[in-house]
T-cell receptor
């Protein structure tokens, strides 16, 4: 399988639940990203990983916890979320962090917090 | 403060006509600009890009124009087809290092091409 794959595609969770989003890329890229897309807002960068190391946390609340066990996999662990966290969460990868070139996005996880 | 602005949330065009999507940016460190296309329930896909050393880049029906002095870029689609109906995101980054390397996105413009 090629490209960037995200699971699950849809997720409904209560505010007290704990869930995880998964992202996998088979492109040989060294950088991976989590983005959040809320209605009528730009895509917001949440986290950046370069060679498995987190290089950026864009002031994301601690109820979102990323994990990058290797360059091909990225997780976003969710706990005690709020209804306003409902959004489309997109994973992306790129050959390297220092350029905007070559980003490939997954299809996203549509998250609804009830 | 938004560094990449797409001031038109939507655009409706007749099939066969030209679609023009606009984007403005404020960060003078940006030197690489991209357009992404997004269908519902899918992630954004890369469409076309332009480096700041150019003022035009063409790929089939898609042409991106860059006006650095005005900090403005536009995407022209001609002729427009119903399958072009999607949300188009403008994005920018700076390749010169520092924090500007990140892709910064606009809010997107929903293009509807009517048959």
């Amino acid at each position: 399988e090629t490209g960037v794959t995200q699971t699950p595609r849809h997720l409904v969770m209560g505010m007290t639940n704990k869930k995880s989003l998964k992202c996998e890329q088979h492109l040989g890229h060294n950088a991976m990203y989590w983005y959040k897309q809320s209605a009528k807002k730009p895509l917001e960068l949440m986290f950046v990983y370069n060679f498995k190391e987190q290089t950026e946390n864009n002031s994301v609340p601690s109820r979102f916890s990323p994990e990058c066990p290797n360059s091909s996999h990225l997780f976003l662990h969710l706990h005690t979320l709020q209804p306003e966290d409902s959004a489309l969460y997109l994973c992306a990868s790129s050959p390297r962090v220092v350029s905007g070139y070559g980003y490939t996005f997954g299809s996203g996880t549509r998250l609804t917090v009830v | 403060d938004q560094q990449v602005k797409q001031n038109s949330p939507s655009l409706s065009v007749q099939e066969g006509r030209i679609s023009i999507l606009n984007c403005d940016y404020t960060n003078s460190m940006f030197d690489y600009f991209l357009w992404y296309k997004k269908y519902p329930a899918e992630g954004p896909t890369f469409l076309i890009s332009i480096s700041s050393i150019k003022d035009k880049n063409e790929d089939g029906r898609f042409t991106v124009f860059l006006n650095k002095s005005a900090k403005h870029l536009s995407l022209h689609i001609v002729p427009s087809q119903p399958g072009d109906s999607a949300v188009y995101f403008c994005a920018a980054s700076g390749n010169s290092g520092g924090s500007n390397y990140k892709l910064t996105f606009g809010k997107g413009t929903l293009l509807t091409v009517n048959p």
